[in-house]
C-alpha cells in the first residue's frame, strides 16, 4: 500500500542579521537574554509543536555564526535549523534565506514562506498559524494593527483616516515569493519589507490583513527588553499558546 504523501508545510525565516544598537548593548539584541532565553529562541519555542512549520531558517551576521550555532545548541538542540549568512540590507538577508529555502520549494515541501524579525519574541503560535493560512488562501498576509492618535510630522496634525502598524511574520506563498525575489535581483530593487517585492514584481498575489497582537512588541530599545520580561512574567500569559487575540490583542 502507497504511503500518503506529507502534506506542504510553511518554512520560518528569522531574520537576526541587525544589531540592534538602539538597546544600549554591543551585543545583537537577538542574542540579549530574555527570562532565561536568548531573544529569538522564544520564537523557535512558541513554533516547535507545530507539525506545519518547518524548515526554519535563521539569517544572521557572517561574524555571528558560530554565536548562533552555540545558542542553538544550548537552547533549542531539538530545533532543526539552517544558520545562514545575511546581506547588507533586508532584502538581502531575506534573499539568501529563500534561495536556501529553493530546493524545498522547488520539490514541493514548502508551500508557504513567513519570514519574521527574531527581535519579535511574544508573537506566539496562533498569529504564524492564522499568517500562514491567510497566504495559502490569498497568496500573501501581513498581520498589522490599527494605531489611532497618530500625528503628521509638520505641525503635529493629527493623521486622516485610519493607519495600521504593521507586524510580523509576514507570509507568502513560497513559489510567487521566489519568482518575485528573481525578478527584484534582476531589477536591482531593494524593498523595505518581503511585501514590498511582491507588490512591484508579483502584483497578481493579493496581500490580506492578519489582526496582529499587541503583545507582538519588537524588540528595539532597552525598555522594550523590560517590558517583554513583564509580558514574560504574568502568570496568565505563556508565549507557546498566545494568539492574536489574547493579551489585549486586536
Same mark, same amino acid.
Given at each position: 500500500?502507497?504511503? &500518503? #504523501?506529507?502534506?506542504?508545510?510553511?518554512?520560518?525565516? %528569522?531574520?537576526?542579521?541587525?544589531?540592534?544598537?538602539?538597546?544600549?548593548?554591543?551585543?545583537?539584541?537577538?542574542?540579549?537574554?530574555?527570562?532565561?532565553?536568548? =531573544?529569538?529562541?522564544?520564537?523557535?519555542?512558541?513554533?516547535?509543536?507545530? @507539525?506545519?512549520?518547518?524548515?526554519? /531558517? %535563521? =539569517?544572521? !551576521?557572517?561574524?555571528?555564526?558560530?554565536?548562533?550555532?552555540?545558542?542553538?545548541?544550548?537552547?533549542? @538542540?531539538?530545533?532543526?535549523? !539552517?544558520?545562514?549568512?545575511?546581506?547588507?540590507?533586508?532584502? +538581502?538577508?531575506?534573499?539568501?534565506?529563500?534561495?536556501?529555502?529553493?530546493?524545498?520549494?522547488? #520539490?514541493? *515541501? /514548502?508551500?508557504?514562506? %513567513?519570514?519574521?524579525?527574531?527581535?519579535?519574541?511574544?508573537?506566539?503560535?496562533?498569529?504564524? !498559524?492564522?499568517?500562514?493560512?491567510?497566504?495559502?488562501?490569498?497568496? $500573501?498576509? =501581513?498581520?498589522?494593527?490599527? #494605531?489611532?492618535?497618530?500625528?503628521?510630522?509638520?505641525?503635529?496634525?493629527? !493623521?486622516?483616516? *485610519?493607519?495600521?502598524?504593521?507586524?510580523?511574520?509576514? $507570509?507568502?506563498?513560497?513559489? *510567487?515569493?521566489?519568482?518575485?525575489?528573481?525578478?527584484?535581483?534582476?531589477?536591482?530593487?531593494?524593498?523595505?519589507?518581503?511585501?514590498?517585492?511582491? &507588490?512591484?514584481?508579483? @502584483? #497578481? /498575489?493579493?496581500?490580506?490583513? =492578519?489582526? $496582529?497582537?499587541?503583545?507582538?512588541?519588537?524588540?528595539?530599545?532597552?525598555?522594550?527588553?523590560? %517590558?517583554? *520580561?513583564?509580558?514574560?512574567?504574568?502568570?496568565?500569559?505563556?508565549?507557546?499558546?498566545?494568539?492574536?487575540? +489574547?493579551?489585549?490583542?486586536?
Amino acid at each position: 500500500m502507497t504511503g &500518503e #504523501q506529507t502534506p506542504p508545510r510553511a518554512a520560518l525565516v %528569522l531574520l537576526a542579521a541587525g544589531t540592534g544598537s538602539r538597546t544600549g548593548h554591543r551585543t545583537n539584541k537577538v542574542f540579549l537574554p530574555l527570562a532565561g532565553r536568548r =531573544v529569538f529562541v522564544w520564537t523557535l519555542d512558541a513554533t516547535a509543536h507545530d @507539525p506545519g512549520i518547518g524548515p526554519v /531558517v %535563521l =539569517v544572521v !551576521r557572517a561574524d555571528e555564526v558560530e554565536a548562533a550555532r552555540t545558542v542553538l545548541a544550548r537552547e533549542a @538542540p531539538r530545533r532543526d535549523v !539552517r544558520v545562514v549568512v545575511g546581506g547588507a540590507s533586508r532584502h +538581502a538577508s531575506e534573499w539568501a534565506a529563500v534561495q536556501e529555502l529553493l530546493p524545498s520549494i522547488e #520539490q514541493g *515541501e /514548502v508551500d508557504v514562506v %513567513l519570514i519574521h524579525d527574531a527581535a519579535r519574541p511574544l508573537s506566539g503560535p496562533g498569529l504564524f !498559524r492564522d499568517v500562514a493560512a491567510a497566504a495559502r488562501e490569498h497568496g $500573501g498576509a =501581513v498581520p498589522g494593527r490599527r #494605531q489611532p492618535g497618530l500625528l503628521h510630522r509638520d505641525g503635529l496634525a493629527v !493623521r486622516a483616516g *485610519e493607519a495600521v502598524g504593521v507586524q510580523t511574520p509576514q $507570509g507568502f506563498t513560497a513559489r *510567487e515569493l521566489v519568482a518575485a525575489y528573481r525578478a527584484a535581483a534582476d531589477a536591482g530593487f531593494e524593498g523595505s519589507d518581503t511585501a514590498a517585492s511582491i &507588490e512591484r514584481f508579483a @502584483p #497578481q /498575489v493579493r496581500i490580506c490583513n =492578519v489582526p $496582529g497582537s499587541s503583545t507582538n512588541i519588537k524588540i528595539t530599545y532597552a525598555e522594550d527588553l523590560f %517590558l517583554a *520580561e513583564a509580558l514574560l512574567a504574568r502568570s496568565s500569559f505563556d508565549v507557546r499558546r498566545l494568539g492574536p487575540g +489574547a493579551a489585549g490583542g486586536s
